[in-house]
């Protein structure tokens, strides 16, 4: 999958992520899309060392994997975020 690919599949799972984990987040929107293209890696790699595969393309087990590695990294930057900021 190449570059774009990538970014379109982290912008849909950023935004995604951000939908089924609402809340103020310093950062705004880049910060979601950045998460959401780092969460797509973070899921393809976590899926592939697990044995489900990597993410090949647009389908919804890539989708899925994609939207899992978003709020992952989605529930960490919150956690830093929040210890740093008290």
Same mark, same amino acid.
């Given at each position: 999958m190449g570059? #774009?690919?990538? /970014?379109? #599949?982290g912008?849909?799972? @950023? /935004?995604l992520a951000k939908w089924?984990?609402? @809340?103020?987040?310093? !950062? @705004?929107v880049i910060v979601t899309i950045l998460l959401g293209i780092a969460g797509a890696v973070v899921g393809g790699m976590?899926?592939?060392s697990? !044995?489900?595969g990597g993410i090949g393309g647009f389908d /919804?087990? !890539?989708?899925?994997?994609?939207v899992g590695g978003a709020l992952?990294?989605?529930? !960490?930057?919150?956690? /830093?975020?929040?210890?740093?900021l008290a």
């Open positions: 570059i #774009l690919s990538w /970014i379109v #599949l912008l849909v799972a @950023g /935004i089924i984990m609402p @809340g103020p987040d310093p !950062g @705004g976590v899926a592939s697990l !044995g489900y /919804i087990r !890539g989708l899925m994997v994609a992952l990294l989605l529930i !960490g930057y919150r956690f /830093i975020a929040n210890r740093t």
